[in-house]
């Protein structure tokens, strides 16, 4: 790929192809990819921030409080979503998100007055697709960190007179930041280049810097752009993942 971005044509069949930056050039200036990257960066910031929001509850849940065959059936649950084709999940939720769907019928099935929610094609359905789809990563890698916290340590606590939100706050909470974080970097990076959920739930507003890629690639043809717009968005979140890492250590730590 790094290769390809550094053409004028693919190397491939009868074309004819030279070296050269415009694919950079191309990609640095226009404005359109600028606005579709910070589009991408800022979908994949609110899905991770839901997916640990959610997450650390239910894997709290899993750690600390169910035993036995409860918890090997909420595992269960949990990696569900990676049985299934990420399409047919995709299509379930649009099944439920859209006008007349089942989200909006067990709403007015409720409701006293008739209510239209008709979610697809909107930000808010891009946003619950991908949440749907790598929650599991946040909730295992913070399983793992609360499993490995010694009761012994939060009975001390409690034998001090320190009540529970105090425990979990200046306690559980810092013990299981590293899984946390591993889990919002596992989310993070998928997402910022994720196609699939935002061109089928999002529809004209799920256009994002990953669907872009995917066009040059399958719709356009032009492997070179592609390859460039792919490097670019390495390199970036690398950058975000760079000027983090000193605050994430200290969180780890």
């Known amino acids: 790929m790094a290769f390809f971005s550094l053409l004028t044509d693919v190397s491939f069949g009868d074309r004819d192809w030279s070296f050269t930056l415009a694919n950079y050039t191309q990609a ?142 200046r306690l559980i909470l810092p013990l299981a930041m590293p899984g946390l974080i591993a889990g919002a970097v596992l989310v993070f990076v998928p997402v910022v280049g994720s196609f699939m959920e935002p061109r089928l739930l999002g529809g004209r507003v799920g256009t994002t810097y990953g669907t872009l890629i995917e066009d040059q690639f399958v719709a356009v043809f032009n492997w070179p752009l592609g390859a460039a717009l792919s490097f670019i968005l390495l390199a970036v979140v690398l950058l975000i993942l760079a000027a983090a890492s000193p605050a994430l250590r200290r969180a780890a730590t």
């Open 28 to 169: 640095l200036t226009n404005p359109t990819y600028a606005i579709l990257l910070w589009k991408s960066l800022r979908l994949a910031f609110w899905v991770t921030v839901w997916c640990v929001i959610l997450g650390f509850p239910c894997a709290y849940i899993l750690a600390r409080m169910i035993k036995g065959r409860s918890r090997e059936a909420l595992f269960l649950l949990v990696i569900l979503p990676f049985w299934s084709n990420a399409l047919v999940r995709v299509f379930s939720w649009a099944i439920v998100l859209r006008g007349n769907g089942v989200l909006d019928r067990a709403v007015n099935a409720v409701s006293p007055w008739e209510v239209k929610l008709n979610l697809m094609f909107s930000e808010t359905a891009m946003v619950i697709g991908l949440v749907h789809s790598y929650l599991p990563y946040v909730i295992l890698t913070t399983y793992l960190s609360l499993q490995a916290i010694d009761d012994t340590v939060i009975e001390a606590a409690r034998s001090l007179g320190a009540r529970f939100p105090r425990i979990l706050w």
